[in-house]
């Protein structure tokens, strides 16, 4: 993600520069500063205000990796899912503050993400040299969405469909898992039955449907789909989202890494970010922190908790991309019966 974007917002950008020396000095006491190499001198509040003024101004350079950590830290946490509802990060380990208001924005969006969280899972393969590989989500009656390139993994097209690939001799199995949460034992598994659509590789839209058993591995019953915001009017940028999904670990800046998620990983989380772009006929863009393993994840407005987009790819440093909802929307219809 974009993290020079986290200051469009006022209020975040004036709690930083307010609490500035305590977010340095935390982070400095953890040894956050030193890992990435600022070493020159204490960072102080004036060159912070001088550069959130450069970066909400377009002028950012990125020339100054300990205050880039800072913000990274600071203003897009990634929060725990545990007993279906967002908890908070797995030990703290760095003692480093986080935005009070993403956090209140969050709390008071707990409600909401609380009805969608159950509804997104991990895509669990078994005879397959993976054992996961990627986030879906329940997108209508029986039927999951994720991404294209998550779907090839277990499964390819065929002459008259779709197919489970096989390895070795073996159909490779593919389960949604609905909870994978972080020291929570608890799971609830569909069998994937059908590969209902992938989207061919021509394709700008990333996406795959799948559809799951009725019941459980334990005869529960599925969760509720997640409603879409079909109408391309929600996709407003700085609209407030939220990305639900299962981050795995990510060798691209793995110092970067190790800080935002205490070494935790393969676990369902809620990262908060904003709309950062919507390109006419294509895709959205978001600035949540995600990793390899959201592919497929939701993105959710935390104003209604429909989902707005499907997350299928992120640029370190840059943007992240999804699926506008009504795209996916338009597959489901094709393709439910």
Known sequence: MDYTQIFADPEVREEFLDRFEEIRDAVEAGGGLESVGALEGVLDVD????????????????DDDGLEAIVKQFGRPVYLVQDNTVGGRPDAVDGTPESEVVAAR??????TLSRVIPS?????????ARTWAGTGWLVAEGLVVT????????????????GFRTISE?????????YHEYRRPRRSRFKV????????DRSIRDVALLRIAPVGEDGEPRPKPVPLATADRDLTVGRWVAVIGYPGYDGRDPQDRERVFDGVYEHKRVAPGCLTGVERGRWVHHDATTLLGNSG???VDLATGRALALHFQGWPGERNFAVRASDVARLVRQHAS
């Open 297 to 299: 994840s939701a993105v």
């Open 193 to 200: 039955t059908e590969v209902v659509w992938i989207e061919p």
């Open 106 to 111: 969050v709390q008071a969006a707990r409600g």
């Open 147 to 162: 991404n294209r390139h998550v779907a090839v993994k277990f499964a390819e097209r065929r002459r008259d469909g779709f």
């Open 47 to 62: 060159r912070a205000a001088d550069a959130v003024k450069r970066m909400n101004e377009g002028g950012w350079e990125g």
């Open 120 to 128: 997104v899972g991990r895509v669990d393969l078994y005879d397959h």
């Open 170 to 178: 073996r159909e490779v199995r593919a389960e949604i898992d609905w």
